[in-house]
T-cell receptor, first 112, second 115 residues
Framework: GNSVTQMEGPVTLSEEAFLTINCTYT??????LFWYVQYPGEGLQLLLK?????DKGSNKGFEATYRKETTSFHLEKGSVQVSDSAVYFC???????????FGQGTRLTINP | ETGVTQTPRHLVMGMTNKKSLKCEQH?????MYWYKQSAKKPLELMFV???????ENNSVPSRFSPECPNSSHLFLHLHTLQPEDSALYLC??????????????FGSGTQLSVL
């Protein structure tokens, strides 16, 4: 079946640190891949996406590259800010399907 | 503000109570969704409505009963819940079911506690 596995949180970093949140997936065919972010007290919002192998999605300084060979879509940011504190969800949309499959979320806290 | 409003923000209920969660969107979207967010578990899709018709029901227990009276409103009626139903319930909408589906607009959720 289709599934998404994220690194276990919570993750705590200092401001300006380098961030990686790991995400791996299981899916048949060629899924589309997404990262969503949930800021405190808010709903999820789309952060970035990639629809085919080797695509790089980017937004707000975050990047993730669709790696088919390792079935991964790790989220990275070179220098995090306190305002990046949130829960991050990795998700996939199976090829030809209409549903999104989410991971369990990774809580990120950035300390000043 | 994403345009999707959920009420109440917090709800505490006993196992014998009946309550309803409300979701409202004025984005002109045709599809609306209920998700359940539990700690350390993947976000679970519960129900999908497209043009006021239910198109997805992901093996959700009958103690959860959705209602979509029009394209702007979605309800989740709750009765005889269990403590394991305690979670954040998120409503979302999108322009259409299946197209640009990833462009979901989420509400802030209702934090439900079942005692």
């Amino acid at each position: 079946g289709n599934s998404v596995t994220q690194m276990e949180g919570p993750v705590t970093l200092s401001e300006e640190a380098f961030l990686t949140i790991n995400c791996t997936y299981t899916a048949t065919g060629y899924p589309s891949l997404f990262w969503y972010v949930q800021y405190p007290g808010e709903g999820l919002q789309l952060l970035l996406k990639a629809t085919k192998a080797d695509d790089k999605g980017s937004n707000k300084g975050f990047e993730a590259t669709y790696r088919k060979e390792t079935t991964s879509f790790h989220l990275e940011k070179g220098s995090v800010q306190v305002s990046d504190s949130a829960v991050y969800f990795c998700a996939l949309r199976p090829q030809g399907a209409q549903k999104l499959v989410f991971g369990q979320g990774t809580r990120l806290t950035i300390n000043p | 503000e994403t345009g999707v409003t959920q009420t109440p923000r917090h709800l505490v209920m006993g196992m014998t109570n009946k309550k309803s969660l409300k979701c409202e969107q004025h984005l002109g979207h045709n599809a609306m969704y209920w998700y359940k967010q539990s700690a350390k578990k993947p976000l679970e899709l519960m129900f999908v409505y497209s043009l006021e018709e239910r198109v997805e029901n992901n093996s959700v227990p009958s103690r959860f009963s959705p209602e979509c009276p029009n394209s702007s409103h979605l309800f989740l009626h709750l009765h005889t819940l269990q403590p394991e139903d305690s979670a954040l319930y998120l409503c979302a909408s999108s322009q259409d079911w299946g197209q640009d589906y990833e462009k979901l607009f989420f509400g802030s959720g209702t934090q439900l506690s079942v005692l």
